[in-house]
């Protein structure tokens, strides 16, 4: 199966969340997405701010909602490319 990316826009950081510090987005085509903010996860040296471009991965559906396995900021080059859907 094919793994697609998804361009979203950072709507808010917790910083002290129950399982870790993550960050919440919002898609136009799965709805509300988040994702860790852990060495594992968040791919850049610095923490995404709300109204920051992200590009999320491996997005898997669980029972509390979308979680991405995989983020990193948007770069230039994503835009050349055209690959990624912007949600």
């Known amino acids: 199966m094919e793994d697609h990316s998804f361009i979203c826009i950072v709507e808010k950081v917790v910083t002290e969340g ?14 509300p997405i988040t994702f860790a903010l852990t060495l594992q996860v968040w791919k850049e040296e610095i923490w995404p701010e709300p109204g ?13 909602g979308w979680r991405a396995k995989l983020g990193r900021f948007l770069q230039p080059s994503d835009e050349k490319k055209g690959e990624t859907n912007e949600s």
Do not use: M
Request: glycine residues 8%; charged residues 20%; aromatic residues 8%.
């Open 18 to 31: 129950k399982h870790g510090p993550y960050a919440a987005v919002s898609s136009n085509d799965l709805g």
């Open 52 to 64: 920051t471009y992200v590009v999320l991965s491996q997005v898997i559906k669980k029972r509390a």
